[in-house]
């Protein structure tokens, strides 16, 4: 069965960062299904295609995944070559294992393609490893946000001795925060908040657990934006102006 539909990671958001299968299965998509996160820029590589958006930013009401699953499956069996299109990767709180699961069981192929996702990408662009000898002996993705309302086991996080990356997490800092120190995790912990990571607007809000609420707030931070928690959150590689770092700057900056 040859592949009809792609689910292609498109990155955090900086266009460099596509793969270059990405790029490939663009150039050769006849119709492009576009989520809310991914930069327009993408669409360059696919110039020819039928751009379908069907995010729920951008005006309007968000599309409802049945509604763009059953489009997939239409251009699909009218034999047209279709990518769905999603910020950083289809498989990291992108549904990208649900709508791989049910093209199959209506016979349709689909390849996975992955992009970056924006966890990685918005430490690196904070200068931040995820892992470090002697700090960090693993990484733990999380989203804060869930459809059934449902808690994460945070103590069990708190205690895990990982760096902890947290999607979706800016309208639930100060329970995320609470959940935390409850768990016993320092209120020292450092933490930084990467908005809008790879873009050329992104900012970057270094703080610790006990004050991230308030930091955010003084920052006005606003999503999309990745948490990283843990003490390779106050690391500083190379390649960000200071002036980017400091709280009380970007809440300057935004006055
Ligand atoms: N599949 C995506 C995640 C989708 S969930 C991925 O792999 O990156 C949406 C969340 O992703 C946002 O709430 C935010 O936490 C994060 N996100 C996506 N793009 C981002 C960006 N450029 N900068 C910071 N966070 C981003």
């Not at 360059?44 to 958006?53: K, N, Q, S, T, W």
């Not at 001795?161 to 209120?187: F, N, P, Q």
Request: proline content about 4%.
């Amino acid at each position: 069965m040859e592949t009809s539909v792609w689910l292609i990671g498109a990155g955090p958001g900086d266009p460099e960062l596509l793969t270059l299968r990405a790029v490939k299965a663009l150039q050769r998509a006849q119709v492009v299904l576009v989520d809310d996160l991914v930069n327009p820029e993408v669409l360059e590589f696919c110039p020819g295609a039928r751009v379908i958006r069907v995010g729920k930013r951008g005006g309007c009401r968000s599309t409802p995944q049945d509604f763009i699953q059953r489009l997939m499956l239409r251009y699909a069996r009218q034999g047209l070559r279709v990518a769905r299109l999603k910020g950083g990767d289809p498989c990291i709180f992108g549904r990208g294992g649900e709508e791989a699961e049910w093209l199959t069981r209506h016979g349709v192929a689909c390849e996975v393609i992955n992009g970056i996702t924006s966890g990685l990408a918005a430490a690196t662009a904070a200068g931040i490893p995820l892992t470090l000898r002697g700090a960090a002996r693993g990484v733990t993705l999380v989203t804060a946000h869930t459809e059934d309302g449902s808690e994460l086991a945070w103590q069990a996080l708190a205690q895990g001795g990982t760096t902890l990356v947290v999607y979706m997490g800016v309208a639930r800092l100060a329970a995320v925060a609470d959940a935390l120190l409850a768990g016993g995790l320092s209120g020292d912990t450092a933490v930084a908040m990467i908005e809008r990571a790879s873009l050329p607007d992104q900012r970057v809000c270094r703080s610790t657990l006990a004050a991230m609420a308030a930091d955010a707030q003084a920052f006005a931070l606003q999503s999309p934006a990745i948490l990283v928690i843990g003490e390779v959150a106050a690391c500083q590689m190379s390649g960000i102006a200071p002036q980017d770092i400091d709280a009380r700057a970007g809440a300057r900056k935004q006055a």
